[in-house]
C-alpha cells in the first residue's frame, strides 16, 4: 500500500460499529435527502475503520508507534 495506517485496531472496531449504527440510524430516522447526506459521511467513517487510514489524522501528524520504527 503507498500509505501507514495511523488507525490503531480497537480505533477500527469502534469506527465501523459506529459508521454502520449511524447510517442506519439516518436511513431510517431521517429518510429524505438529509438522512441520506448522513449515510454518505458515515459511510466515510466506516472506509477509514476498514483501510485503517484516516486523512485528517494524518494531517496533524498522527502516526502509530510500530509505524514509527
Known sequence: MFYVKNVPSWERVLRVMAGLAV???SVLALGGLWGTLLALSA?????SGLFGFCPACAMVGRTLDK???
Open 43 to 47: 459511510g466515510g467513517i466506516v472506509l
Open 67 to 69: 509505524a514509527r520504527k
Open 23 to 25: 447510517a442506519a440510524w
